[in-house]
């Protein structure tokens, strides 16, 4: 176990829709960091907050959206969805903003049907 | 941004033999390289580490190698086992601080 908690563990849900990935760090940890992984495909890193500020961003589409509250768990919204979302969603935490090691979440897997 | 290759794609060995797996690396200033394991279905976990100040670490059958001149660094299994067989991803953090991988190699220990 790595200590860091994601749910729900599967989502199926319509094209069009709306949902919310929940991601709970290890304990100190102040960085989030949320990775998409399409079926064999690689950790496509999409967001990272620190201590509540976003930090760094990378392809994430606009109809995608982070936040992380002060409790520093972090909520990753996707909206309009679309066939092609379906992936398995990481969230990973680390104790600094990058050059320490990252604790993965056992993922998200999201069906778009 | 930071952008990180990583070759090969695929890699089957047989048992006992060694693995050697390369990546690349854009950002100058990364300073932090890790190496991450998927097994089939599950999340990915660290296995080996190194920072920019390091040319080398060792932990029982995995090395890992930093040549920072020319930004690369490679991942080395001795001695491999079925149970090595996983998606080995790897990784660095550069100066936006997020940590950019490698798009994965696939390796296949036979008997």
């Known amino acids: 176990d790595s200590g860091v908690t994601q749910t729900p563990k599967h989502l199926i849900t319509a094209t069009g829709q709306r949902v919310t990935l929940r991601c709970s760090p290890r304990?100190?940890?102040?960085?989030v960091y949320w990775y998409q992984q399409s079926l064999d495909q690689g950790l496509q890193f999409l967001i990272q907050?620190?201590?509540?500020?976003?930090?760094a961003k990378g392809n994430i589409l606009e109809r995608f959206s982070a936040q992380q509250f002060p409790d520093l768990h972090s909520e990753l919204n996707l909206s309009s969805l679309e066939l092609g979302d379906s992936a398995l969603y990481f969230c990973?935490?680390?104790?600094?903003?990058?050059?320490?090691?990252?604790?993965f979440g056992q993922g998200t897997r999201l069906t778009v049907v | 941004g930071e952008n990180v290759e990583q070759h090969p794609s695929t890699l089957s060995v047989q048992e006992g033999d060694s693995a050697v797996i390369k990546c690349t690396y854009s950002?100058?200033?990364?300073?932090?390289f890790p190496w991450y394991k998927q097994e089939l279905g599950k999340r990915p976990q660290l296995i080996i580490d190194i920072r920019s100040n390091v040319g080398e670490k060792k932990d029982q059958r995995i090395a890992v190698t930093l040549n920072k001149t020319a930004k690369h660094f490679s991942l080395h299994i001795t001695e491999t086992q079925p149970e090595d067989s996983a998606v080995y991803f790897c990784a660095s953090t550069g100066t936006a601080s997020k940590l950019t991988f490698g798009t994965g190699t696939r390796l296949q220990v036979t008997l």
């Open positions: 907050y620190y201590n509540g500020e976003e930090r």
């Open positions: 990973a935490s680390s104790a600094n903003w990058g050059n320490t090691e990252a604790f």
């Open positions: 304990s100190g940890d102040l960085s």
């Open positions: 950002d100058s200033a990364s300073n932090y």
